[in-house]
C-alpha cells in the first residue's frame, strides 16, 4: 500500500479493526443464508504527510450507486445544514446573482435551503434513489460521482460556483487528489470551497474508532487536510470546529491567489501539534482506547444477559455497524435495532445481521435496555426517547465511553451496574 496522497511507502498501522463487511451494505431476509462479503478495515498513518488512512478495498460505485443512508432523516442535521445555509449567505453576500454547488448533496437536505432562499445550486449526489428524493423535493440535482471530466462540464453547462460545499465527502474518495482538482474546477477564481469532516484529533483522542469504515477513505487532521488541499491550489484560510458527527472541522478554503489565513487556522494546528499529531507517534494510543471501549461494553451486555434484561438498539448508523462486528455483538446480545429509515426496515444488520425495525418497535416491546449506535446525536436521540424511563428503561451510549443518559445527563460508566 501506497500514501493515497503523497505515494510514500512509509505506513505504518494504527489501529486493526479485522475483516467486516461494508458498512451500508444492509441484508434483506433472502441473503441470510448466502456468503458474505468482508474486507480488512486496517487504518494506517503515512508517516511522511501524516494522512491517516485505509486501503481503497470497494468503489464508490458500490456504495453510492444505491445508498442506503438520508440526511434529512437526523433533526439536528437538518438544522445545522439550514445555520449554515443562512449564516453563509450573510457572510459570502450570496444572492439571486450567486451559485452554490454542493458535492454528495444526499437527499438535499441543505441545498433546500438555498432554494428557499432564491440563491441558484446545484447538488451533485452519486446515489440514484437518494438523488431522486432531492429532486421531488424541488432541488436541482444532477447524478454523478465529482471527477474531473464531470467538474469540467458542469462548470461549462453552468458556470463556476461562488461557494462549492463538500460537507462529510472529502473522507469518501479514495481519489484524493483528482477529486481535490475537480473542487478546484468548479470553483471561481475568488471563490470560496467549504469542507466539513470528522477532526483526526477526536478520532484518537477519544478513541472514536468506530468512525472508521470502508467508505470512509482516509482522515484528516487540519495539517493533513491543508496538505491535500493544496496539491489543487487552495489555500485553508478559515477553520471551525464543530460538535458534528462526535467533533468535525469545517475548513474554508480559496484558490491562493486570494488566500489570507484567519488566526484560527494556527490555533487549531498549535491544538493537533500539541496533542502529538504532528507526529507518527501521537497516534499510538487509538488502538488501547478501541479495546477498552471493547471490553466494556461486551462485558455490559454480557451483564445484561445474565440478570435477564432485554437489550434492543436504536439506529442504524454505519459507524454502529463498525462498533457491532469489531465488538462482536449478535441478536443474542442485542435482540434487534430500530431506525427512522424506512429503507432499513426489514433488513439486517452486515455482517452481525440484527434485525431493523421501525422506531415503534421500541414502544411496544418497552425493553430494559436501549444501546443507542449513533451516540453523536446524545442531546437529540436522548430527548426523543426521554419516555424509556416511564417503563424503566435505561438509555446507554457506548462511546467516547460507556454511559447511561438520564434526563440527558450521562453517568459515570461504573453506575452502570448499580
Not at 417503563?391 to 460507556?402: C, F, N, R, S, T
Amino acid at each position: 500500500m501506497q500514501c493515497r496522497l503523497c505515494d510514500s511507502g512509509r505506513l505504518t498501522s494504527v489501529l486493526d479493526l479485522g475483516a467486516t463487511p461494508p458498512c451500508e451494505s444492509f441484508l434483506s431476509a433472502a441473503e441470510l443464508d448466502l456468503p458474505e462479503a468482508t474486507y480488512p478495515l486496517h487504518l494506517r498513518l503515512c508517516e511522511d504527510c501524516l494522512l491517516l488512512q485505509i486501503p481503497a478495498l470497494i468503489t464508490p460505485e458500490d456504495t453510492f450507486t444505491e445508498y442506503a443512508y438520508f440526511s434529512s432523516f437526523s433533526d439536528s442535521w437538518v438544522r445545522h445544514a439550514e445555520h449554515f445555509v443562512t449564516t453563509t449567505a450573510e457572510r459570502l453576500g450570496l444572492g439571486g446573482d450567486s451559485f452554490i454547488v454542493e458535492v454528495a448533496s444526499n437527499d438535499g437536505y441543505l441545498l433546500r435551503h438555498a432554494v428557499a432562499r432564491g440563491i441558484p445550486c446545484l447538488g451533485i449526489e452519486p446515489s440514484v434513489n437518494v438523488g431522486r428524493a432531492a429532486r421531488e423535493a424541488g432541488v436541482p440535482t444532477e447524478t454523478a460521482f465529482l471527477e474531473q471530466d464531470s467538474a469540467a462540464r458542469i462548470r461549462a453547462e453552468h458556470g463556476p460556483a461562488d461557494l462549492v460545499v463538500a460537507n462529510n465527502v472529502y473522507a469518501h474518495v479514495p481519489d484524493l487528489r483528482g477529486f481535490t482538482h475537480a473542487l478546484r474546477t468548479l470553483l471561481s477564481d475568488d471563490g470560496w470551497c467549504s469542507i466539513e469532516v470528522h477532526h483526526a484529533l477526536n478520532l484518537v483522542q477519544l478513541g472514536q474508532f468506530d468512525t472508521i469504515y470502508h467508505e470512509h477513505f482516509q482522515y484528516y487532521t487540519v495539517h493533513s487536510a491543508q496538505r491535500a488541499l493544496a496539491i489543487a491550489g487552495l489555500t485553508v484560510v478559515d477553520v471551525e470546529l464543530l460538535d458534528t458527527h462526535g467533533g468535525s472541522i469545517r475548513l474554508w478554503a480559496r484558490p491562493d491567489a486570494v488566500a489570507e489565513p484567519s488566526a484560527r487556522v494556527g490555533e487549531i494546528l498549535d491544538l493537533e501539534r500539541a496533542a502529538g499529531l504532528h507526529e507518527p507517534a501521537g497516534y499510538a494510543a487509538l488502538g488501547a482506547r478501541a479495546e477498552s471501549v471493547r471490553q466494556e461494553l461486551l462485558r455490559f451486555l454480557l451483564d445484561c444477559r445474565a440478570a435477564g434484561k432485554r437489550v434492543v438498539g436504536y439506529g442504524a448508523p454505519g459507524k454502529g455497524n463498525t462498533l457491532l462486528n469489531y465488538c462482536g455483538i449478535r441478536p443474542d446480545l442485542l435482540e434487534y435495532t430500530v431506525d427512522r429509515n424506512p429503507y432499513k426496515h426489514g433488513r439486517y444488520t452486515p455482517g452481525t445481521r440484527i434485525p431493523i425495525h421501525p422506531p415503534e418497535r421500541i414502544d411496544a416491546d418497552e425493553p430494559d435496555v436501549v444501546l443507542v449506535l449513533p451516540w453523536n446525536l446524545e442531546t437529540e436521540i436522548t430527548a426523543q426517547l426521554s419516555h424509556v424511563g416511564e417503563w424503566g428503561g435505561e438509555l446507554i451510549y457506548p462511546l467516547p465511553v460507556l454511559h447511561r443518559a438520564t434526563a440527558g445527563e450521562p453517568v459515570a460508566a461504573g453506575a452502570l451496574s448499580e
